[in-house]
T-cell receptor, first 114, second 116 residues
Framework: DQQVKQNSPSLSVQEGRISILNCDYTNSMFDYFLWYKKYPAEGPTFLISISSIKDKNEDGRFTVFLNKSAKHLSLHIVPSQPGDSAVYFCAASLRLSGNEKLTFGTGTRLTIIP | DADVTQTPRNRITKTGKRIMLECSQTKGHDRMYWYRQDPGLGLRLIYYSFDVKDINKGEISDGYSVSRQAQAKFSLSLESAIPNQTALYFC???????????????FGEGSRLTVL
């Protein structure tokens, strides 16, 4: 049972345009959501997060939006740059008595076309 | 030098062999994790440890075991490797998340294991 889903395995976007990566979840108890970026032959690196009590968090070119009623979050990258080409994972955090764990989505491969 | 180091980076082995993947960290974190990545399945949690005396199963622990030798070291073992354990394995660490913080994970560079 996949609690965190990324339904688009891949996405191609022109350089300079906006990239929108989507993520859906099923557990309404998740309290934080995170995005990770992964380049080939490297481990994932943290990109941006959002608390479940907020609906938007912005960091430079990256903005994450959370729609709790729809159990949906999205990552917007604008403007997109060639270095943004990577696999992006969304993840959700569930804190139960301090036993926080992250549940990851399946990933979306973003390709920025120069 | 990487904060989270995994060895070996690549390994090819045969069905039935015992394999150990090692992870060491210099971040001083108490929490350590082992994930595997498979195409189309994302990152799935195998085992995690919140301190030296704490070991917990993740969502796919069958066929795996772990050892937390010290705060900085967390190893993953496949007692009798099978082909469907062919995957990319990641070790990660985290600190106790501060109030209001997401509690991010810091990953190693991965260990690619192929079981023939």
């Amino acid at each position: 049972d996949q609690q965190v889903k990324q339904n688009s395995p891949s996405l191609s976007v022109q350089e300079g345009r906006i990239s929108i990566l989507n993520c859906d979840y099923t557990n309404s108890m998740f309290d934080y959501f995170l995005w990770y970026k992964k380049y080939p032959a490297e481990g994932p690196t943290f990109l941006i997060s959002i608390s479940s009590i907020k609906d938007k968090n912005e960091d430079g070119r990256f903005t994450v939006f959370l729609n709790k009623s729809a159990k949906h979050l999205s990552l917007h990258i604008v403007p997109s740059q060639p270095g943004d080409s990577a696999v992006y994972f969304c993840a959700a955090s569930l804190r139960l008595s301090g036993n926080e764990k992250l549940t990851f989505g399946t990933g979306t491969r973003l390709t920025i076309i120069p | 030098d990487a904060d989270v180091t995994q060895t070996p980076r690549n390994r090819i082995t045969k069905t039935g062999k015992r394999i150990m993947l090692e992870c060491s960290q210099t971040k001083g974190h108490d929490r350590m994790y082992w994930y595997r990545q498979d195409p189309g399945l994302g990152l799935r949690l195998i085992y995690y440890s919140f301190d030296v005396k704490d070991i917990n199963k993740g969502e796919i622990s069958d066929g795996y075991s772990v050892s937390r030798q010290a705060q900085a070291k967390f190893s993953l073992s496949l007692e009798s490797a099978i082909p469907n354990q062919t995957a990319l394995y990641f070790c990660a660490t985290s600190d106790l998340p501060a109030s209001g913080a997401a509690g991010e994970l810091f990953f190693g560079e991965g260990s690619r294991l192929t079981v023939l």
